[in-house]
């Protein structure tokens, strides 16, 4: 059951920039890869911990459009276990309650994980529990500018005017399109850097830096972040009385 309080003031909408994975595998002497799948696993206890925590959304970055330069031994190995995750974890999401979306470009990912994403995301489209979101071949920038490409065609056949480009037009053309503005950001490793994750979405959202390494980040860790933001007073620009 969620706990009344958390579920009361703490965050509806929870975005990670899950940082660290190499790090945590270099400091125990193993390929970066095997620091990955210590990240995967976190994935899951992270997304069965929500439902207690009274997060409704919770939006994760797994790939960026920058991370491409990595080496091909680790973009493979990454895609891999995307591919494997899907396959492995429909199952328990479906029966879980979550709803998995993608968001991020997809015509560069390859067909046969391109279809797992398709059909997880069917697969799971009744459940409401919780709206797991993952960033895949995802930048802020791309997104706005492919958001900016598909409105510019709206307007180019007639069915919009220049005149109905306002922020709130804008935010139907973006891959978040079905998804509220994130409440708290959460970075770990130790970065504080956006690195160009859900740019547009997090004008007003709390950003909490923490130094664990993501295959470390526990549930526990993740409860207490949440208790912190609890704390804190938005005032989207605003003087409250
Ligand atoms: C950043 O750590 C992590 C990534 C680029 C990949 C995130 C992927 C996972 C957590 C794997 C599982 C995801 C899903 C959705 C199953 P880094 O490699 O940049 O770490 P470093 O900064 O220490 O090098």
């Known amino acids: 059951m969620p706990k009344d309080t958390d579920a009361h003031h703490g965050p509806q909408h929870v975005a990670i920039i899950m940082d660290g994975n190499g790090r945590w595998a270099t400091q125990r002497g193993r390929p970066r890869l095997f620091g990955h ?22 939006t994760i970055f797994a790939f960026s459009t920058e991370n ?40 560069k990912l390859d067909d046969k994980l391109v279809s797992l994403m398709d059909n997880l995301e069917l697969l799971t489209s009744e459940n409401n529990k919780v709206h797991l979101t993952i960033a895949l071949n995802y930048g802020g920038r791309d997104e706005v500018t492919r958001a900016a490409q598909r409105l510019a065609v709206e ?39 956006i690195s160009n ?15 664990t390494l993501w295959p470390d980040f526990s549930a526990a860790e993740f409860s207490k972040v949440l208790a912190g933001y609890g704390g804190r007073e938005r005032r989207f620009g605003a003087v409250l009385a």
């Not at 220049?162 to 959460?186: C, G, N, R, Y």
């Not at 859900?198 to 959202?205: E, I, N, R």
Request: one cysteine or more; proline letters at 3%.
């Open 37 to 58: 799948h210590a990240g995967a696993r976190r994935v899951r206890e992270i997304v069965r911990a929500c439902p207690d925590e009274g997060v409704k959304y919770l």
């Open 68 to 107: 491409w330069k990595r080496t091909q031994t680790e973009v493979a190995g990454l895609m891999a276990l995307f591919r494997r995750y899907i396959e492995r974890e429909a199952r328990a999401l479906l029966d879980e309650g979550v709803r998995v979306r993608f968001i991020g470009d997809r015509m």
């Open 155 to 193: 307007i180019e056949q007639g069915r919009l005017t220049h005149k109905d480009v306002d922020a709130e037009t804008l935010s139907k053309f973006l891959d978040t399109q079905f998804l509220p503005d994130p409440d708290l950001v959460i970075r770990t490793s130790g970065e504080a850097r």
């Open 197 to 211: 994750f859900l740019l547009w979405q997090s004008a007003y959202a709390e950003y909490e830096f923490v130094d």
